[in-house]
C-alpha cells in the first residue's frame, strides 16, 4: 500500500527530515493494517524540496511486524523499542521478550471491538521482564493491563516491581476458551490495585514463585484471582495478599 505526500525535504545535503517522517508513517500504516496477516508491509512517499517543487519518490522501505503491541503501539523492525514515560518498552524477537525499563504505560490497543489492553500479544509464549519499576494504569475503566488470546502464556520475571492500577482486568488471558493459557509470575513483586474486575484472570493454570503478588479491591464484586475453567494455581516461595469484597481465590468464571 502506498501512501504519499510532501513527507520531508530531500536533496543530497539535507535528509534529516525524512527518518522522522517515515516512523510516523510507519505507526499510521501499522495501525491501519492491524488484521493483515502480510507481516512485510511496504512504503514508497512522494518527497519534495524546499520551494516546493517534486524532487523525487523515496524508495520502497520493507519492515517487519511483529504481533506485540505496548502503550498504544505495535513492535516492527526498527522499531522495537517504544517510550513509555520516563522509561521504554522493548521488545526482542529472538526470545519473545518485552522489557519493561523504568515504563508508565497508560494508552491501550483495541485488539478486537471494546477489547483494549495496555500490553497485548498473539505470541505463543511472551516473556515479560520487569527492570526497575513499572506502572501501567489504563486509561479508561474498560480496558485491561495486560491481555492475550486463546492459546497463548505470559511469564513475568525480571527482578523488578509492576504496579497496575485501575482498569479493568489486571490480566486477562486466554479470551476465547481453549485449556491452553497459562500465567507465570517468577521472582517479581506485583501490586493490583483497584481493577474493576478481577486482579488476576487466566484460562487456565496460575503459576507464583519467589514472588510477591499484592492485590487491592475496594471497588467492584469480581474475585482476586480468577483460573478460569478450573486450572490450578500453585504458590511456591512467595507471598500473596489479597484484599477484596468478593473472594479472594476463585475457580471458574468469573
Known amino acids: 500500500k502506498n501512501q504519499t505526500g510532501p513527507v520531508g525535504f530531500y536533496n543530497d545535503e539535507n535528509q534529516k527530515h525524512i527518518s522522522d517522517a517515515l516512523e510516523d508513517w510507519q505507526d499510521i500504516y501499522i495501525e491501519e493494517q492491524r488484521w493483515n496477516d502480510d507481516r512485510d508491509t511496504t512504503w514508497a512517499r512522494d518527497v ?26 505495535r513492535f516492527f523492525e526498527g522499531g522495537l523499542t517504544k517510550a513509555c514515560g520516563e522509561g521504554t518498552a522493548t521488545f526482542d524477537p529472538e526470545t519473545a521478550t518485552l ?43 474498560n480496558s485491561d493491563a495486560i491481555d492475550v488470546p486463546a492459546g497463548c502464556s505470559v511469564n513475568i520475571f525480571g527482578g523488578g ?69 478450573y486450572g490450578t494455581i500453585t504458590v511456591k516461595n512467595s507471598i500473596v495478599n489479597i484484599e477484596t469484597r468478593s473472594q479472594a481465590i476463585h475457580f471458574g468464571n468469573p
Request: charged share 15%; net charge negative.
Open 99 to 141: 522489557t519493561l525499563n523504568n515504563a508508565t504505560i497508560e494508552n491501550v490497543y483495541e485488539w478486537k471491538p471494546y477489547y483494549l489492553a495496555c500490553i497485548y500479544s498473539t505470541i505463543p509464549s511472551i516473556n515479560i521482564k520487569l527492570v526497575g519499576a513499572k506502572v501501567i494504569s489504563p486509561i479508561d475503566d
Open 161 to 229: 516491581t509492576l504496579t497496575i492500577s485501575g482498569g479493568y482486568y489486571g490480566t486477562y488471558l486466554g479470551e476465547g476458551g481453549g485449556l491452553d493459557s497459562n500465567l507465570t509470575i517468577d521472582g517479581v513483586t506485583i501490586s493490583i490495585l483497584n481493577s474493576g474486575a478481577a486482579g488476576l484472570w487466566v484460562n487456565n493454570n496460575i503459576d507464583i514463585k519467589n514472588s510477591k503478588v499484592n492485590i487491592l479491591k475496594e471497588v467492584g464484586t469480581y474475585s482476586g484471582i480468577v483460573s478460569n475453567d
Open 48 to 73: 519534495y524540496l524546499s520551494n516546493g517543487q517534486y524532487d523525487k519518490k523515496l524508495e520502497i522501505i520493507e519492515h517487519k511486524t511483529y504481533d506485540v503491541w505496548a502503550n498504544g503501539k
